[in-house]
């Protein structure tokens, strides 16, 4: 019963959302089409703004993947994250998560391709998929695209909370699941 309601709940949200707003919008006297016409243009100069360094982060993505650089930063972190209680493959996802999204779920995509999406891998690699987030692209895109350059303090915070949801995704997991 409580799994038919939320499923409903899920197929008809969006549906929802994309009528109630537009309504509100209009009853306020809002411009709807107009305004969102706006939004979509200043959307479209934020992206051609955020075009550099999109492509800067990713060209800096592939020279350290193709360089062997990230394989010779699992097989050095191996070992402490074996203590952890993790194991060492989804060392590349921990280590691709702040960079790229993109390289991350591809990575996540292949350990539960190869694992199984119920396995002890799987689990943990969708629990850190959802647990941290692209703290090099969040910075290099967004900030560099309104022109903030320093942002010392918010790289560290970024991958403290990287390491932190990395970690507390690690505990849940062996937790919930046994270790792997």
């Known amino acids: 019963m409580f799994l038919n309601i939320v499923s409903q709940i899920s197929r008809w949200a969006i549906p929802f959302l994309l009528l109630t707003i ?6 306020r006297g809002v411009k709807v089409y107009e305004t969102f016409v706006e939004g979509a243009e200043e959307g479209f100069e ?3 703004r955020i075009i550099p360094f999109l492509v800067g982060m990713l060209v ?14 699992v097989r050095v972190i191996d070992p402490i994250m074996s203590l952890i ?4 493959e989804v060392l590349p996802l921990a280590v691709m998560r702040p960079l790229s999204g993109g390289g991350a ?14 396995s002890f891998i799987g689990k943990l690699a969708s629990t850190m998929q959802g647990s941290t987030d692209t ?15 320093k942002y010392r303090y918010a790289v560290t915070l970024g991958l403290i909370a990287d ?18």
């Open 135 to 149: 703290t090099f692209y969040v910075l290099t895109v967004y900030f560099g695209s309104v022109g903030i350059r």
């Open 22 to 27: 537009p309504l509100i919008g209009f009853f």
């Open 46 to 48: 934020t992206a051609i």
């Open 60 to 73: 800096a993505i592939g020279v350290f993947r193709a360089s062997g650089a990230m394989n010779i930063f």
């Open 85 to 88: 209680g993790a194991p060492g």
């Open 105 to 118: 779920l591809g990575i996540a995509t292949e350990l539960i391709g190869a694992h199984g999406p119920d």
């Open 163 to 180: 390491a932190s949801g990395l970690l507390a995704s690690i505990f849940i997991i062996n937790l919930l699941f046994g270790g792997g």
